[in-house]
C-alpha cells in the first residue's frame, strides 16, 4: 500500500445513497470499504467491480460487529480519513396509529441510526485524528433526513432517530474539531430500493416540490463530495429536498 490514497468507510453502501457515494468517493481518488448488514452477493459484485474498494459485513444493530469493522478496515487500509454513516432503514407507519409504533421499533431505530453511529464514530477517532492534517481535516459525514428537520417522515420514530442524529452531528462538530469534521445530509425522497414501492408519495414531491421530483442518488453525491472534500466545513446540515422543506 502507498502512503498517499486517502482511505474512507461508507457504511450501508452496496445500494441506493450509500453505494452511488461510494462510487464518487472512489472516482475522486479514494480507497473505500464498501459494506452492509447481509453479506451479499451484490456487495462482493460492487466491491469487484470498483476499484479500490474492499467489501465488509457487519449488522450494526450488534454492539461487537460494529467494532470488529472498524479494527478490519483500519488493519486492512493502516488508515482512515473519512466515515460515512449512511446505513438506515425505515418502517412506514401512519403517524396518528400510535400503538403501531411499538417500543421495539423505537429502539431498534434508534440503535441504527443514532447509536451505531455514535459508536463507529467513537471507534475511529484515534484513527480519523491520525490521518487528519491541515490541509485534509478528516471527515465524518451523517447521512440523515429531510424527515428529521421538518414534522414529517416515514414513521414518527424514523423521523425522530434522523433528528436526534443532526443533533448529535452538531454536538460532535463542536467537540470533535479541528481535527475532524462532522456535518449531515437531510435527503428529501430519494430514488433508492428503500423508496422504490413509495409511488403516492413520489408523485407528491413532482406535484408539489419546487424542483418537480425527487432526487436521484447523484443529486446527494454532489453535496457529500464537496462536505466531504471541504477542509473548513463544519457542524453544517444541508437540506438536499429539492425545496420541500419550504412548504
Ligand atoms: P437502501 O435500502 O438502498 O440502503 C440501505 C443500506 O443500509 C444497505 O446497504 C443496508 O445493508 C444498510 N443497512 C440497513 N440496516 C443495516 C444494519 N442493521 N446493519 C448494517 N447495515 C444496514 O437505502 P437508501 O435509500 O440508500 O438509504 C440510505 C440512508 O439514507 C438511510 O440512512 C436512509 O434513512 C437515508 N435516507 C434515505 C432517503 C430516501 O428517500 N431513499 C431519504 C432520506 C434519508
Known amino acids: 500500500m502507498t502512503d498517499n490514497p486517502r482511505v474512507a468507510l461508507v457504511t450501508g453502501s452496496t445500494s441506493g445513497i450509500g ?28 466491491a469487484a467491480a470498483m476499484e479500490n474498494t474492499k467489501y465488509f459485513q457487519a449488522d450494526l444493530l450488534d454492539e461487537g460487529a460494529r467494532k470488529d469493522l472498524i479494527d478490519s478496515v483500519y488493519t486492512h487500509y ?27 421499533i423505537w429502539h431498534r431505530l434508534y440503535e441504527l441510526h443514532v447509536v451505531a453511529p455514535w459508536q463507529l464514530v467513537a471507534l475511529s477517532e484515534p484513527y480519523l485524528r491520525a490521518a ?5 481535516p478528516a471527515s465524518v459525514l451523517n447521512i440523515s433526513s429531510h424527515a428529521g428537520v421538518r414534522p414529517k417522515g416515514a414513521s414518527i420514530p424514523y423521523a425522530a432517530s434522523k433528528a436526534a442524529l443532526i443533533h448529535v452531528t452538531r454536538l460532535l462538530a463542536k467537540t470533535l474539531g479541528p481535527d475532524i469534521r462532522v456535518n449531515a445530509i437531510a435527503p428529501g425522497l430519494v430514488d433508492t430500493p428503500l423508496t422504490e414501492d413509495w409511488a403516492a408519495i413520489r408523485e407528491q414531491w ?15 453525491t454532489d453535496v457529500a463530495l464537496m462536505l466531504t472534500e471541504s477542509a473548513y466545513l463544519t457542524g453544517e446540515v444541508i437540506v438536499v429536498d429539492g425545496g420541500m422543506n419550504l412548504l
Request: aromatic fraction near 2%.
Open 78 to 104: 493502516g488508515r482512515l480519513d473519512v466515515l460515512v454513516n449512511n446505513a438506515g432503514e425505515s418502517s412506514v407507519i401512519p403517524h396518528d396509529d400510535l400503538l403501531a409504533a411499538t417500543p421495539d
Open 132 to 136: 487528519s492534517s491541515a490541509d485534509h
Open 206 to 220: 413532482i406535484r408539489d416540490a419546487p424542483m418537480r421530483r425527487s432526487a436521484s442518488p447523484k443529486d446527494i
Open 19 to 46: 453505494l452511488a457515494i461510494a462510487q464518487r468517493l472512489t472516482q475522486a481518488g479514494y480507497w473505500v470499504a464498501l459494506h452492509s448488514r447481509a453479506s451479499s452477493v451484490a456487495g462482493l459484485q460492487e
